[in-house]
């Protein structure tokens, strides 16, 4: 069985070298916050994520969650180690310090995500979407929701869920079906909900369900659907939490991968109605969802990152122990030494690294919106911010199922042997670019809503970033040229997006891939540069720092030149994508 | 649950205006042979399929063969299913008429096959690799091995098997450690082999298991390898074959897809010695062995385009009835209507009809190699057919793993579902780029023995083909456009290798897969021009015909495109790929 490594100088470069944390820090006065207590802590969650969380990985794969007398009991071990998590305090990090959160930096909660998704992604799940619902109530709840359920939601005793999909309703949020009534002076909830992450579990003492649903009199669509609060237990007189809810766990589903987290099918309301609290107005759930959402979507980018690197380390593993052949003189050679075995062991390396540029790099842009004083600039992070969440989601995501699949490719038959452990890996990530959104769905968010909405605003301040960097003497000739080259592409896709934009369904998911390519592949060279200033001044680790070079280089050579095919496609429209009927579709069939 | 439907129009259209097989058949005098003939033949072997073979597609996932008192026993009504699938005459089709086969076009067999994978691929891997056997044994084994064996392998009342894999033995056969000794005037073989598909099971009296063995007075290496023939149970006195041999399946392996292929663990000579005997010379064994296997890869290839049309369908058959929002006047709308889920539609549609023109291209190739009477010609196709070979296998199934991909992003979260019947597709479709042969020594065979070794003759007569074709005034001008970028691309990359053969071995998957995208691509060009023509003549199926155009300009756009990004990584060459250490790789966690 494979066991994960943290990537602590990568991750220290990227927190230190590439994003500069400790000027930002020194900027915005936040006190006792730098690399070096970034690294600290950053060690701290890799000990108990190897410790604790590594070896739960494959268990969670083989022994599912089962539904037992109504009641959904996890993997043996994993409430020993939620309860763990807890107890050092990793659930309330970056939460707010007014509700018994940390207050640290956005950056050092995306860096601890990063370890908890490598060494246990099903396991992981759980607090990741607990984080949404801890969103939505700071940020739009009332002061009693926020009196009774955020301090318990932030340290960990309480998770919290999130309830948007009905059989009918994926995608499609408009034709939720789920009821609330208000009667009596409560909020009774009554409908179905599928694809509950964690919807059911003994971990915690109480489960928070955010539901979104619709009122008697609400307008159709989307403008029609509240959010509400619904625990699984309610309070008694004395503010114990201990009388059951209307909620229950219907069933589970039989997944392709994640065995470890419950899926769960939700039934509220089965009896007298669940009792709910509506989080801030009535009809507008559909803005407080995205608060959640949008983290949870970073989030899972941040799943990606997480579980290619930790199938990088497998195959690398691997690729050093099998020995296949002989050279000339006769010598065992591992396969690492074999050429084709190389190209996707530097893939998958500069492929992680290249995620983990862009993730932490979103990830900083909202400590910079928090941490501003003027409006303008707050409002300038948060759209910069809001560019970039469809790309760290659709884009890492879309890259990670590359990845898997190559640290399999490099196991060969051994990698699809189940005891192994790389299927599993291939298994789990399927579904990153799935949740939380499909690939198509940010694409349509990143062409539609970041781009044309602001006539392509954050898009051209981010080409002129990349400009920028394009224009430094310093840079290495290579890269420069490989990036100059994106930069150009990326241009002409927005020129052609703003020309045609009736053409932005067609064309989004290449729109989006291209963005991808060219912001990280920026990220590369900013990475490149500080790896050569490092080694110039030569008081860092010069093994790492060649590698960083290297694994630069091969980003430019073999992941950004991609642009150049996005962009053909793009220019080609939808013509030949729109232009069969139906029918013609079963042409070759009927 | 899914069902698969045979693209009869788009196979017909392959064989008779792509490929002018009657024209073929004509040229050649091959009596009774022509595209009715085989129109009719395959629409009765997509009845079976459908009715006999697909109904245990999702069967075979989920009730595994299981080991019994050292007896393989498949899942249940597989073995009604094979026996059916014999007593119909489908296991003779194209095998030789001496020994009882129908002596069948090739092609015809390719097309059957594509038929058998798309139903049931755990299932007809049985058949497949029996298929290895049977040419190992017709072309090389003795007159007594060929009355012997070949009678009832070509009837399919016995299965044939390949064992090459050890433990230590996997790309590299040279480690092969099973010995055969010669004794008493009998082969004795002893040893483990592992991997072996449908190494035992209960649905055909016998087994006839191909072993790769070394003898004890044999050369080191590749050079020392003999081949064997081992049944599963030897013949008595009176010739009949009820003696069970010193064989026996240990284990079986637990595998991501492919659930209803046995994969056995298979032990030689546990107690006296399994009896064998020789095919051929002794020591001959690796290039006996490369007839079952050329055949076999082309055969994988065929598995891909298979598995693919049937992900497609399903994608398509989902898309045509999950409905998700709706349009402005308030009216419901399917999935298919969106343009993201169009895009992956249209990119199955056209990536399982390029890898459909490719594999039949392929198979006719061996059809017309037989046919032709001049040793001149014949050496000519022969060599085409070898280049082409890790062309059908190395690109037909990467692309599949796209497809596959594409077909459960297009079901969403319902996908990720094991019950929906999608998973299974990717799960399975996860081994075609791994056995008999990973993508990368696909790779590495293209670039070293198919176009360094002969100095890219052959590669130069695809070009001249291609390029033939581009010449043509009544080509599509978009079409031209883009097949002459991708030719020019193709012809950068062979001169690329033919100056740098150093730097092959980094760059041969992308050369691979540049020259899939271009040869598929050239017959997508010449299929657009017939399919013109015969909307011209105006007595075809227009619905189908203008489907084949868009489709072919689909492929134009959307894969052709691929190339340039192929060429840049080739002309990057193997410096990022191949200049860190060992010890470099792990520096960012050590």
Redesign the interface.
Known sequence: MNSY??????VDFVIRHLLNFDAFCEQNKIADMNSDFTAVILAEAAKFATHQLDPLNQKGDLEHPILKDGKVIETPQFAAAYQEYVAQGWASLSASEEYGGQGLANLLSVACNEIWQSANMAFSLCPLLGQGAITAIERHGSEYLKEQYLAKLISGEWTGTMNL?EA?A???L??IKTQAVYDDGQYKISGQK??ITWGDHQMAENIVHLVLARLPDAPAGMKGISLFVVPKYLANEQGEYNIENDVRCLSL?????IHGSPTCVMSYGDNDGAIGYLVGEEHCGIRYMFSMMNHARQGVGVQGLGVSERAY?AA?DYA?ER????DKAGNAL???Q??????M??AM?SGAEAMRALCYYAGLEADREQASNSSDEKAQFAAQTAFLTPVVKGWSTELT?EMV?FA??VH??A?????TGV?QY??DA??L???EG???IQ??DFTQRKTLLDNAAQAQVMMEKIAQTCALNELDENVKKALNSALADAKQGVEYLLENPSQ???V??YYLQMWGYTIAGWLMAKAHLAATKELQIGAG?N??L??KQ?SC??YC??FL??T??CL??IR?G???????T????????N
Request: hydrophobic share 35%; charged share 25%; glycine share 8%.
């Open positions: 490594k943290h990537p602590y100088k990568d999909t009918a994926g995608t499609d408009a034709a599928i694809f589903e039989h997944k392709l991968g380390q690398l050093c020995i296949q052949g002989s591992k396969i690492v074999f050429g084709d075995v190389r190209r062991l530097m390396k199922q699949s399999m490719q060969g038959g990698g699809y042997i189940e005891e299927a291939v298994r399927r579904i670019t799935i949740y499909t690939t198509g694409a349509l932005a369904s067609f989004a998911n680790d093994d790492y060649t590698t290297v280089e091969f050579e073999h030149v991609r150049q095919a053909a496609s080609a939808g013509d030949s994508v729109m232009s069969l139906e029918e013609q579709f079963f042409s070759h069939v």
